[in-house]
């Protein structure tokens, strides 16, 4: 965000700053990140929110699903990006069965969240269903930002991960879930695989600010995994998916390069040994 302090250095990003952004019609970029080293590129490229989102079981862990990430995984890769981030606001994502049984121990993983890794918030999965647990976290003075539509969490609940809420019912309810949680007290909302005009409804309705992920242009603002907008994961092709980098094809010639370097004897050089 362009924000500045009086004295010309740039502010850092906070659950206030998105929210204003909302209002004063500037969109907001938010990336995810899990390692301190990425974390630092992408601040510094000016990123306004950074979501450790539990993607890291596919793209970091190799997992099929989000489902087996634990709060200790998550806690360990929030605890890295924190450590890379100057301005953008760092939201820790709660993985699955760290919020699901009782409110209370949903506060408690949030408050390991906030005070282990150093979140500046936390995002959770579900609408009206997890309304009391996000009322019990943000009481606690902890910010949330919720999640609709393609919840990856329930994956063996939905079966696919095709687009959601594309019937009557299915969108009427998704409305009602994201007045709920803005009720609740969520400063955001993430809006994933929704039908572009569903997503503006949502906008519309709600004065907390939408990211969407596959919902469109009418959102507050937009949210990618960083594999994918790198071009660090070719087998993944959705439709909304823009890729911004080709780095797996750049990684594979820099390495097949090294190797070739080696093994003619022109690595190292001269200038690059100790006399
Ligand atoms: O886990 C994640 O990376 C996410 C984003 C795709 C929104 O939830």
Same mark, same amino acid.
């Given at each position: ?7 010309? @250095? ?12 909302? @209002? ?217 998916? @823009? ?33």
């Amino acid at each position: 965000m362009s924000t500045q302090s009086s004295s010309n @250095r740039p502010v850092k990003v906070t659950t206030q700053t998105v929210v204003d952004m909302k @209002r004063q019609g500037e969109k907001i970029s938010m990336l995810t990140a899990y390692d301190f080293t990425m974390a630092q590129i992408i601040d510094q490229a000016g990123v306004d929110i950074i979501l450790v989102g539990d993607s890291a079981g596919n793209v970091m862990a190799g997992y099929e699903t989000t489902v087996p990430m634990t709060l200790d995984h998550m806690i360990y890769h929030t605890s890295c990006v924190v450590r890379g981030v100057d301005q953008a606001l760092v939201i820790g994502d709660l993985p699955f069965m760290s919020y699901q049984v009782t409110p209370k121990e949903a506060l408690r993983s949030a408050g390991r969240m906030m005070k282990e890794a150093g979140a500046h918030g936390v995002k959770l999965e579900g609408g009206k269903a997890v309304v009391k647990t996000v009322k019990k976290i943000v009481n606690a003075g902890i910010p949330v930002m919720g999640h609709l539509g393609l919840t990856p969490q329930s994956i063996y609940q939905f079966g696919t991960y095709k687009v959601r809420a594309r019937e009557e019912e299915e969108a009427k309810a998704l409305v009602e879930d994201a007045r709920a949680l803005e009720q609740a007290g969520c400063f955001a909302l993430v809006l994933e695989k929704i039908p572009a005009p569903l997503a503006a409804k949502v906008t519309e309705a709600i004065s907390i600010p939408t990211i969407g992920i596959g919902a469109g242009d009418q959102c507050d603002g937009q949210v990618l995994v960083i594999h994918d907008m790198l071009g660090l994961n070719k087998e993944f092709n959705p439709r909304f998916l @823009r890729r911004y980098a080709d780095l797996s094809t750049s990684i594979t010639e820099a390495v097949q390069q090294y190797i070739t370097d080696i093994k003619s004897g022109d690595f190292p050089n001269e200038d690059e040994q100790y006399s």
